[in-house]
C-alpha cells in the first residue's frame, strides 16, 4: 500500500510539474512574436525641401518642419520626379525642389524605401 501511495504521489508531482512547464512554454512562445514586432521597422514618411545628396555615401538630407533629416538610399529605393523614373545621380540637381520620403527608422537609422521630388518646373534663373 505504501509503495502505491507513494508511486502515485511521486505520478502527480511530476505531471504537476510538467503542467508548470508546458503553461511557461506556452507563455514565452506568446510573447516572442510580440517582441520580435515590436524591434521591426516602423514604415513612416517625410516631406520637405531637399538640402543636398551625396553620392558616395547615398544619403539624402531634407529639410524639414523638425530641421533637416538625413535618409540612406537603399539599394532598391524608387526614385521618381512627377511620374518620371529617375536615378540618383539625378537628385544632386534637384536642390530645392519639394519631395516625399517613404523609409523604415531602426533606432537612428532612417533608410529611404521611395524618393518621390514634385514634379512642378524648375525655378528659372534670372538673367
Known amino acids: 500500500m505504501r509503495k502505491f501511495i507513494l508511486a502515485s504521489s511521486a ?3 511530476m505531471a504537476a510539474s510538467a503542467g508548470v512547464g508546458l503553461a511557461a512554454q506556452t507563455a514565452t512562445k506568446a510573447t516572442a512574436p510580440s517582441a520580435a514586432a515590436a524591434a521591426a521597422p516602423k514604415a513612416l514618411s ?3 525641401k531637399i538640402v543636398s545628396f551625396d553620392d558616395g555615401t547615398k544619403t ?4 524639414t518642419a523638425k530641421g533637416e533629416e538625413k535618409f540612406v538610399l537603399g539599394s532598391s529605393a524608387r526614385l521618381q520626379e512627377g511620374a ?9 540637381s534637384l536642390a530645392g525642389r519639394q519631395a516625399k520620403v517613404r523609409y523604415t527608422a531602426s533606432g537612428s537609422d532612417r533608410s529611404a524605401e521611395s524618393v518621390m521630388v514634385s514634379g512642378g518646373a524648375r525655378a ?3 538673367k
Do not use: E, P
Open 84 to 92: 518620371k523614373t529617375i536615378t540618383a545621380a539625378n537628385l544632386s
Open 124 to 126: 528659372k534663373s534670372s
Open 60 to 63: 539624402l538630407t531634407l529639410s
Open 46 to 48: 517625410a516631406t520637405g
Open 11 to 13: 505520478a502527480v508531482l
